[in-house]
């Protein structure tokens, strides 16, 4: 198994553009989750669905679209990029309830200029 | 506000050292993970405690569950420099009628050979 899969892995983007992180899991998780992880911040919840068709707002969603079509795929888009979205971006899964274990992609760092 | 404080937020300490991490809240959790994230990666889970006044060993690693579940600390013995990373806690908490997981904002552990 594959795990938790996100792409691509280091992007860098102009204010105002929009852009797709994408993540994906093969471990038929229905929990998916995004967050991003800010110097001294910690991980904050941006999204995240509890199965195919059921997406809700985490801590800080704004700027950030989502959509669960599939179990597998979770992708959290960015509207119209700011440099304040500067950051690292993690997508995680779980089996089950919120409190169950998070399995974790790499990452995927972005860059706003 | 921060619902999970951890402390410190860095360490350095010199092999062999022990150390203790603490995260705090005034809130009562259902249960409390802890989590370790290496540079590059996402982080990976190291346990859970989901019993007040729970104690759990992973080899040179002791988990506390306070009493009340409002705190947790993390116990490492002799400390190797393969113990370098970021150590995050996680508590499961009801809010607004649906189960949410929180982050602390983690403590950077360097270990020195």
């Known amino acids: 198994n594959a795990g938790v899969t996100q792409t691509p892995k280091f992007q860098v983007l102009k204010t105002g553009q929009s852009m797709t992180l994408q993540c994906a899991q093969d471990m038929n998780h229905e929990y998916m989750s995004w967050y991003r992880q800010d110097p001294g911040m910690g991980l904050r919840l941006i999204h995240y669905s509890v199965g195919a068709g059921i997406t809700d707002q985490g801590e800080v969603p704004n700027g950030y679209n989502v959509s669960r079509s599939t179990t597998e795929d979770f992708p959290l888009r960015l509207l119209s990029a700011a440099p304040s979205q500067t950051s690292v971006y993690f997508c995680a899964s779980s089996y089950g309830r919120t409190y169950n274990e998070q399995f974790f992609g790499p990452g995927t760092r972005l860059t706003v200029l | 506000t921060q619902l999970l404080e951890q402390s410190p937020q860095f360490l350095s300490i010199q092999e062999g050292e022990n150390l203790t991490v603490y995260c705090n809240s005034s809130?009562?959790?259902?249960?409390l993970q802890w989590y370790r994230q290496e540079p590059g990666e996402g982080p990976v889970l190291l346990v859970t405690v989901v019993t007040g006044g729970e104690v759990k060993k992973l080899k040179r690693l002791t988990f506390q569950f306070g009493d009340a579940r409002k705190d947790s600390s993390l116990h490492i013995t002799a400390a190797q420099p393969g113990d370098t990373g970021l150590y995050l806690c996680a508590g499961a908490l009801w809010e607004g009628g649906s189960e949410k997981l929180v982050f602390g904002k983690g403590t950077k552990l360097t270990v020195n050979p």
């Open positions: 809130s009562v959790f259902s249960s």
